[in-house]
């Protein structure tokens, strides 16, 4: 059912976990109606043959939302992106890899916003409307001529706005790309009924990319997701945030915080149906449904981590709280030790249960019970005999589950992230040679 | 002037800086008066050409003092020696590599007693005055027979305790060694010009080891610091405690904090003059003499971290407060893209400036200037044409300098690491394989 366009991803079930009532559909962003979409090569990637430009168009009307990367060297498109989603209201988004436009000062400031009004020239939508987001190089300015030529190339290239052009959704979601193997999307339908006993099909695609530098908070870098139902700007705000919380908040590549990440809800109105707002019953199931979305993307960046061999999720359970979960699953997940260890096919619950020892979370270590890929390596805090030829044969699986429980409560939490391989350190110490 | 017995050691000064009214001197533990030291293979180890236990003995009266871990899942022999450190006197130290005596339950607990009790039947020291210390792989049980045989032998060699032999020092540091390639010693000597006059030369000896699962705090694995003055046992656990501050606790390899953490100070009053107490004239002098020996051993583990090809200092300044700049200092030294980088001999300052930024240091971007081994890199938060080739140049050096000024206030710290290579991962991904 889903298109394996790359031949690249690994052999996880990416698919497996949908909120109540919510299914699955193939394609990503152009799922959603009123969504046109394209991926051009503007040339800001030196490779002809690599989308480097995304476009993204959505109908008068549309709201939008997002929530950004806390890092202090944020770069000049966030800057950018989150003053004008003061309004609530975006019309377009551009999107461009191989320069990220960050540590650019005022000419990326300026950049970015002459970005905008490229866009706004060439689809005649309000400058005001237009989100822009970069994804690459730090320190390096944009050169401009590229979207001159490339923003109307790709306009003229939108593919249609009817739901079913899955083509211009991929090809958008290839132009994004950096060290990324593979390009990542996900879409799903949700039915609600309404209030007057209707029932409403609506979709929500999105498409997100980054695989270096990837640590909550936002871990994407970039990521645009879209709903063909309408909803109150306030309502659209709290649900990415929401979502984005138990998605790309989630996942640690290699605890770098990026200067970029980015998250952004478009949603059209184009499937006819009340305005969604926080206190309406279709609410949390359009919630379910965005978690959906980014968890699926989320678990995809996750797994195409640079260099990494395998996905990996690390559960925390019997935390004293969830965030006591999350804080020490995130100290698995980011523990090199921990993440070598399976890169090298080693069930080392010494190095895991080091790793929930030095975070802040309270338990006894005479409660602690690990458990690796299903087989239970630690209990009361000691070792356990286990089947090292059965573990050994687990290991040929591309997804690695541990799970933790620290006998100190009813918190719990995921965290998704990768082994720690030699194409890590291959990728990224020889990156700008 | 300084022996470099394995012939490893990077090209770098571990020397070139002492606290004021301090020198170093050639040698490590058993350069203080009263300390008799050695290193033996008791079986601990497989290559029986390998040093795996050392004892350290020092007089009647000894005080010593201790700093640990703060992993909750902490070893056997750290939960013995917290509660034996409350009396303020110490006799001997057994410290064993190969097997780290964590996560073995009350299994592991008795047998840190017991190898306590077979040091004090060999040495005729009670039973409460002896401490313990062990280094290895987590999980797995003392053989307690390797003691029995192991203590005796250790003691029939022990050096001699008149500060001149420099060479049971180096044995017992080798005997502690685990994936370090060499062996870390320092010794200082210190004048002090007591109330009535009278002028005395102290002095202070160390060894420690360590090289992965190394993070503040206490990043040493393990630590044995002596003194030959004499000090109240509050004063001592205090100026440990300060020292550990500025030297084991600023460094960091994998961010990987340890279970068996140890460092600890003996002051033997081998050398006659009066006791210290805090607030004594020669008080600072000692602290700044502790923290020269404890300083120069965090730059030889940090140097020596798994797969290091060079040591990294991390420096900075301009920051709110102190706490902010060492937050900030780490946030650089621990991020596997600044670590990569300089693997790759790459002056990337936008990876520092991302890692800047996602710390909870406060600063504006547009005030951040970086500097790379003296080269300036960045200025008001913009990137600065600078010679690549001088900066490949420079790169030659096993030691290189990141200095980042967040222009927010006069806060300053300074961190050390080590570049994340292909070893690293070839070390710790198989590792108990």
């Avoid at 989603?85 to 990326?108: F, Q």
């Avoid at 089947?387 to 100190?408: W, Y």
Wanted: hydrophobic share 40%; proline share 3%; charged share 20%.
């Amino acid at each position: 059912m889903f298109t394996d366009t790359d031949g690249k991803r690994k052999n996880v079930d990416f698919y497996d976990e949908a909120y109540d009532g919510v299914s699955f559909i193939e394609g990503g962003l152009t799922r959603a109606k009123g969504v046109r979409a394209t991926g051009v090569h503007a040339g800001f990637r030196k490779n002809s043959s690599k989308n480097d430009l995304a476009l993204v168009v959505v109908p008068e009307g549309s709201v939008a939302a997002g929530v950004f990367t806390t890092n202090k060297f944020c770069a000049a498109p966030v800057q950018v992106d989150r003053e004008k989603l003061k309004s609530g209201h975006a019309r377009a988004v551009v999107l461009n890899s191989g320069i990220a436009n960050a540590a650019t000062g005022t000419v990326g400031l300026e950049n970015a916003r002459k970005t905008a009004q490229i866009v706004a020239k060439t689809t005649g939508v309000g400058e005001g409307e237009v989100l822009v987001a970069s994804t690459g190089v730090i320190g390096v300015q944009l050169d401009m001529e590229k979207f001159e030529s490339g923003v109307p190339q790709a306009f003229d290239a939108l593919g249609k706005d009817d739901g079913t052009d899955i083509q211009s959704g991929l090809e958008a979601a290839s132009a994004i790309m950096t060290t990324d193997t593979v390009s990542k999307t996900a879409a799903v339908e949700f039915t609600a009924t309404q209030s007057d006993g209707v029932q409403v099909t609506y979709h929500i695609g999105g498409m997100s990319k980054g695989s270096g530098m990837i640590e909550p908070n936002m871990a994407t870098m970039l990521a645009v997701v879209a709903t063909d139902c309408m909803i109150e700007p306030e309502a659209a705000q709290k649900a990415i945030k929401e979502a984005a919380d138990v998605s790309f908040n989630r996942i640690t590549v290699d605890s770098d915080m990026s200067t970029n990440d980015s998250l952004i809800l478009l949603a059209t109105g184009a499937v006819p149906g009340k305005t969604l707002t926080t206190d309406c019953p279709v609410y949390p199931l359009f919630v379910g449904a965005l978690k959906t979305v980014c968890c699926c993307l989320a678990k995809q960046m996750a797994a195409d981590g640079e260099g990494a061999s395998k996905l990996v999720t690390v559960r925390v359970t019997g935390a004293a709280s969830d965030e006591e979960a999350k804080i020490a699953a995130k100290s698995v997940a980011n523990s090199p030790l921990v993440k070598t260890a399976i890169a090298g096919r080693d069930a080392n619950w010494g190095r895991i249960s080091a790793a929930l020892g030095k975070s802040s979370a309270m338990f006894n270590q005479e409660d602690v019970s690990i458990t690796f890929m299903g087989i239970p390596v630690m209990k009361g805090g000691l070792p356990l005999e286990f089947d090292e030829s059965e573990a050994s044969r687990r290991f040929e699986n591309d997804e690695i589950t541990i799970e933790c429980d620290l006998g100190n409560g009813n918190g719990s939490s995921r965290v998704w992230t990768c082994d720690l391989t030699h194409d890590y350190i291959t990728i990224n110490g020889d990156y700008r040679t």
